[in-house]
C-alpha cells in the first residue's frame, strides 16, 4: 500500500495555471498547499505558448481579466517576484470596414478598464510598426499596454514564490486516480495517496482523463494550434507591436521574438485532437506556405522570409471558447480550471487570485461567477462576437 500524505488544497497540475492558483492560495493564507504535477513545471499547453497578453475580446470578463493581468505582468516583480520577461510592444488590430462597430465597442470597454486603446491612421502605425502596409484595412487600433512574456520564467517564477510561501511541489508525480470519500478525497499516484478536503483540477488539455476518474465529463474539446517563426535579412525589432490581422481568414497574429524572429500563429478553430498524447509537433507544408503569402501580403519585406522553426501545442476549448473556472457541481470541494481556448496565459495572473479569494470563501477581486461550469445548463454561455476563435 502506498503511503499517505496530507494536504489542505491540492492543485492537479503545475501550468501557469495551477501554479498561479498555488502562488495565490498560499498568498492569502491557505496552508498546506500542494501541487502535483506529472511532468516538469511548465512543460504541458504552458510550455508552446506564445505568451501574448492583449486585452481585445468581445466579452467584457475577458478584457476585465486581460486588463488586471497585464498590470500584474507590467509590475511582477514588485507584485509576485521575479520577472516574467515582460517586454511592453502594445497591439496593433487591424480590421476590415464590417468590423468598425464591434472594435469600436471593445475599444471603449478596453478603456473603462484601463487599457489606453485608441484608433490610428496608417500613417500613426506605419511609425510604430514600419514593414506594414494597410491598403486593404479599414480600421487599425492600438492598445498600448499589450506585449508578451516568456511563458516558462513566468510559470518559474509563480511556482518559486508558492515554494517561497511554504507551497509543496512534487514534480514526476502523475495522479492515477481519485477516490471521493464524503468530504475527502484520496489522491492516486505512483509515490503516495494525498488526502485532501479540497481539490483543485489545472491539467489543462489532460483534464478530460481526471474528469473520468470522478466520473465527470468536462464540455471541452482538444485542438492544434500551430505556430512559425520566421526570419528576414533586416532587423525586427523586440518592441515593434504584436499585429492581429482580422482581414486573413485565419485571423492571423505575429509577435517579434528573441534572435530577431518573428513568431507567428493563427486564431481560428484548429484542426481536431482526438488522443492529447498522440499530438505531434508536425505542421504541414500547405500551412507554412499559406501562412507565408498572409504574412508576405501585410509585410512584402516577407515575401523572402526563411522559416526558422515550427511547433504544434493544444487548445482545450469549451463551446463557447471561455474558460470554466469554479467548483465541480455536486462534488464539494473540488474546483476546476479549465478550457482555456489559447487566452490562459494572458488571463493567468487574476484566474489564479481569482479562484484562490473564491475557494477560500471569498469575494474575487476580478469576478469569475460567470465562467461557472453550470453556464452550459443555464444557457449563459459567453458567446463572443467575433465567432469562433481565439479572439472571443
Ligand atoms: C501554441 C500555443 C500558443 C498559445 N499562445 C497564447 C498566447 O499568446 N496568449 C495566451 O494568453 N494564451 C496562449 N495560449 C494558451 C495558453 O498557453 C494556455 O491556455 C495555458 O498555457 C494553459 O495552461 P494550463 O496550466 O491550463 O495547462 P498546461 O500548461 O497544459 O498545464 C497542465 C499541466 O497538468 C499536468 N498534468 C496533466 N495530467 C496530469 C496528471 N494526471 N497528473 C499530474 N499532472 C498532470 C501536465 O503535465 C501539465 O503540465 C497558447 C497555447 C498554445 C498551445
Known amino acids: ?226 505556430v512559425l517563426t520566421l526570419k528576414i535579412d533586416q532587423p525586427y525589432e523586440k518592441d515593434w507591436p504584436i499585429v492581429k490581422d482580422l482581414l486573413t481568414p485565419e485571423k492571423i497574429y505575429f509577435r517579434p521574438d528573441s534572435g530577431g524572429v518573428v513568431l507567428v500563429g493563427t486564431g481560428d478553430q484548429g484542426d481536431a485532437v482526438t488522443y492529447i498524447d498522440e499530438m505531434t509537433d508536425e505542421v504541414e507544408m500547405e500551412h507554412i506556405e499559406r501562412i507565408g503569402k498572409r504574412m508576405a501580403n501585410r509585410m512584402p519585406d516577407f515575401a523572402d522570409a526563411k522559416l526558422v522553426r515550427s511547433w504544434t501545442g493544444p487548445y482545450d476549448i469549451p463551446p463557447d471558447w471561455n474558460p470554466i473556472i469554479g467548483p465541480v457541481p455536486d462534488l464539494e470541494g473540488v474546483h476546476v480550471a479549465v478550457g482555456f481556448s489559447g487566452h490562459g496565459f494572458k488571463l493567468a495572473p487574476t484566474v489564479g487570485e481569482s479562484l484562490a479569494q473564491q475557494v477560500l470563501g471569498n469575494e474575487p477581486r476580478v469576478p469569475i461567477q460567470m465562467y461557472d461550469m453550470t453556464r452550459f445548463e443555464t444557457g449563459k454561455t459567453l458567446n463572443g462576437a467575433y465567432g469562433i476563435g481565439t479572439f472571443a
Open 1 to 226: 500500500m502506498n503511503q499517505k500524505q496530507t494536504a489542505d488544497y491540492i492543485i492537479i497540475g503545475g501550468g501557469i495555471i495551477g501554479c498561479s492558483i498555488a502562488y495565490n492560495l498560499a498568498n492569502q493564507g491557505a496552508k498546506n498547499v500542494v501541487i502535483l504535477e506529472k511532468g516538469e513545471i511548465c512543460s504541458g499547453g504552458t510550455s508552446k505558448s506564445c505568451a501574448i497578453s492583449r486585452s481585445h475580446y468581445s466579452i467584457e470578463a475577458n478584457v476585465h481579466h486581460a486588463v488586471e493581468s497585464v498590470k500584474i505582468f507590467e509590475n511582477f516583480d514588485q507584485i509576485i517576484g521575479g520577472d516574467p520577461g515582460f517586454t511592453c510592444t502594445g497591439q496593433i488590430v487591424l480590421g476590415p470596414e464590417k468590423h468598425r462597430p464591434l472594435m469600436e465597442s471593445v475599444f471603449s470597454t478596453q478603456n473603462k478598464y484601463g487599457s489606453e486603446t485608441q484608433i490610428l491612421t496608417p500613417a500613426e502605425a506605419g511609425k510604430l510598426h514600419p514593414l506594414l502596409q494597410f491598403e486593404d484595412v479599414d480600421v487599425i487600433g492600438f492598445e498600448s499596454r499589450s506585449g508578451y512574456c516568456d511563458p516558462y520564467l513566468t510559470t518559474s517564477a509563480y511556482a518559486q514564490r508558492a515554494k517561497d510561501l511554504g507551497v509543496t511541489i512534487f514534480t514526476d508525480t502523475p495522479v492515477n486516480g481519485i477516490r471521493i470519500n464524503g468530504s475527502n478525497k484520496i489522491i492516486e499516484t505512483p509515490q503516495f495517496d494525498f488526502e485532501t478536503p479540497v481539490l483543485i483540477l489545472a491539467a489543462g488539455p489532460w483534464t478530460h482523463s481526471l474528469g473520468k476518474m470522478i466520473e465527470v465529463e468536462f464540455p471541452y474539446e482538444i485542438r492544434k494550434h500551430k
